[in-house]
């Protein structure tokens, strides 16, 4: 058993696998510093708003039409977010199924 644990080391696939794993782990790593920014944005805009509520004159035109943009840039944000964390989730399900398979396969290698 040892020398085939030793053997899979050396395994030139199993070198590539081990890459591809870092690989995605990095783009992982990506996405939530991207997901992280965007959850930021999207307080500051929140924060930026209830400011202008309270220190803006509701009856100004100009107060009215920045909050209005801020509430679309707002619900902008907020679908964008939606988005990302819709495709981590698809990508995180495609990821787990793939090391299903790569594990099966592992042990398959193994028993032969």
């Known amino acids: 058993m040892v020398s085939v644990a030793f053997n899979l080391w ?3 696939n199993f070198q590539r696998e081990k ?3 870092l690989k995605k782990i990095l783009q992982l790593e990506k996405q939530l510093d991207a997901k ?3 959850e930021m944005e999207i307080q500051e805009i929140k924060g930026k708003l209830l400011v202008m509520k309270h220190l ?3 009856d100004d035109a100009a ?3 920045k909050v209005e943009e801020m509430k679309d840039e707002l619900s902008q944000k907020e679908d964008d977010f939606t988005d990302m964390e819709s495709l981590n ?4 399900i495609k990821e787990r199924q793939s090391n299903d398979e790569l594990q099966q396969a592992r ?5 032969v």
């Open 36 to 38: 992280q920014k965007l």
């Open 107 to 111: 042990k398959n290698l193994i028993v």
């Open 10 to 12: 050396r395994c030139p």
């Open 56 to 58: 803006g004159d509701q």
């Open 89 to 92: 989730q698809t990508l995180i």
């Open 63 to 65: 107060v009215q039409k």
């Open 19 to 21: 890459e591809e794993a």
